[in-house]
């Protein structure tokens, strides 16, 4: 009996021994695997440039090839792509379609994606740590076999904490390639405008900043945010203190004009007269989404009046005001539609009132109010961002409120020239103030004068007295 207990314990041991050596070993390898394909992720190639290049039907060595206009800040930028402009972190910001996207990416091919991981935000903080992952090749532990034998696993937390985790884990890989190759790792978060401006969005940014300004600050990380809206950069200025701001605009005339030529030469084989050109650029200014689409159509000047258009339908189809005849119940809609058009009626007045609206070399200089002065236009502090974001109206990182684009103002111009238009506004502005008015006041009926009876109010010795006289008989 001693003998069979001796070595029925003695086998105990040696699984019991055996199992922790293996799910020690299991641990530590994980971990270093975890670590491992996390730097794998900053290795030379990248999926974000296969998947630009396959949208363009090239293989990704020759994607960079139909770039077919060089913008004066792309040098700046290929610095701090590559890693060689360390100790700070970075916020693209611009209106959309000016082209920050396309730099970026053009600044990783020259570098074949080495030492950067760039991926796309999500208002759904859940998608954003799904995005995250893919870009480091972190799982999140969840492919961790350990987790089967806890009671509570490790993916038993929330997206912010899993963001957190992942950063630990990305802070250690910088240190390594530091003092491997010297340089930081660069971290591209594309799209930061599509967070929400809400309390779970505001905790992400948080956490975002206080990352890149510690790594900034060790040379470990250099992040770069890309937002098309103000209010990214009025959240990441409350705390920023090694944040620098690139903003990128739309092209000058002669930038525009002469790229726009040499592609249609390129391309078409064609010598487009220069007044054609000028007359482009008039309508649609230097900003790159609209000279793409414009370049590559048969009738340019036709597909100017297009974009101008649509801009217009845009504008009028997100905020148009009702007149005179509205309905009480679309007051708050009314109100916010009026400050819009009351703000595009300022710009076009200012417009009239400048000296000059273009330059012959930099083309247009389309009229701005100050940001504070914008709010007191409209008499509203909280419709302007609201704007930003539908693209009707730009935030500039100065903080002046203009047109979203040229053929924006041009739609406004179109609007305000309309007949009956300052008529129409000013209806609607008396509308909105009828309909306030109205509920600010309450109407008090007296049932007792309604049925032919009076009131006599007098003054005696204990204070007021109210008789009331029916039929002339006293009550």
């Known amino acids: 009996m001693l003998e069979a207990a001796a070595t029925s314990f003695a086998s105990i041991i040696v699984l019991g021994a055996g199992f922790g050596i293996a799910a020690y070993s299991y641990h530590k390898s994980y971990k270093h695997l975890v670590l491992k394909k996390m730097a794998n992720a900053f290795e030379p190639g990248d999926p974000v440039l296969e998947l630009a290049a396959a949208g363009r039907g090239l293989p990704s060595a020759a994607a960079s090839a139909t770039h077919w206009i060089e913008r004066s800040e792309q040098s700046l930028v290929d610095d701090i792509v590559a890693g060689r402009h360390a100790g700070h972190y970075h916020l693209f910001i611009g209106e959309k379609g000016t082209g920050k996207s396309s730099m970026l990416l053009d600044a990783m091919r020259k570098v074949d994606g080495d030492g950067i991981a760039m991926l796309e935000a999500h208002a759904d903080l859940e998608l954003f740590r799904i995005r995250l992952g893919k870009a480091l090749d972190y799982e999140f532990h969840e492919d961790y076999i350990g987790g089967y034998f806890s009671e509570r696993g490790p993916r038993d937390t929330t997206a912010l904490l899993d963001i957190e985790r992942a ?154 005001i009702l007149g005179e005849p509205m309905d009480d119940d679309v007051m708050d809609q009314q109100k916010w539609a009026a400050a819009a058009v009351v703000l595009a009626t300022a710009l076009v007045d200012k417009g009239e009132e400048m000296d000059s609206t273009y330059d012959p070399h930099l083309g247009h200089r389309l009229p701005s109010f100050p940001l504070h002065e914008a709010q007191q236009i409209m008499t509203r502090s909280d419709f302007v961002r609201a704007f930003d974001r539908l693209n009707l109206f730009s935030i500039t990182s100065d903080a002046h409120v203009r047109a979203s684009s040229v053929p924006m103002h041009l739609a406004f111009q179109e609007i305000v020239s309309g007949p009956g238009f300052r008529e129409h506004l000013q209806a609607t502005i008396d509308r909105i103030a009828a309909i306030e008015s109205l509920g600010r006041t309450r109407e008090l009926v007296a049932k007792d004068l309604l049925l032919g009876g009076k009131y006599e109010i007098s003054k005696g010795k204990g204070g007021i007295h109210v008789t009331l006289k029916e039929n002339n008989e006293e009550k």
């Open 167 to 320: 950063f630990n884990k990305l802070e250690k890989v910088a240190l390594q390639r530091r003092k491997r190759v010297g340089k930081p790792l660069v971290l591209i978060i594309n799209q930061m405008h599509l967070i929400r401006d809400d309390e779970d969005g505001k905790d992400l940014i948080e956490l975002l900043q206080q990352r890149a300004e510690a790594w900034a600050a060790a040379s470990l990380v250099t992040v770069i945010f890309n937002s098309d809206d103000y209010w990214v950069y009025e959240r990441l200025k409350q705390l920023a203190t090694r944040l620098d701001v690139l903003t990128i605009v739309d092209l000058p005339k002669v930038e525009a004009t002469v790229a726009l030529k040499n592609y249609r030469r390129r391309y078409f084989n064609e010598s487009t007269p220069s007044n054609v050109l000028e007359q482009v650029y008039d309508k649609v200014g230097g900003r790159l989404n609209f000279l793409n689409r414009v370049a590559k159509s048969q009738d340019m000047l036709k597909t100017c009046d297009e974009i101008i258009q649509s801009e217009k339908t845009w504008f009028l189809n997100q905020c148009w």
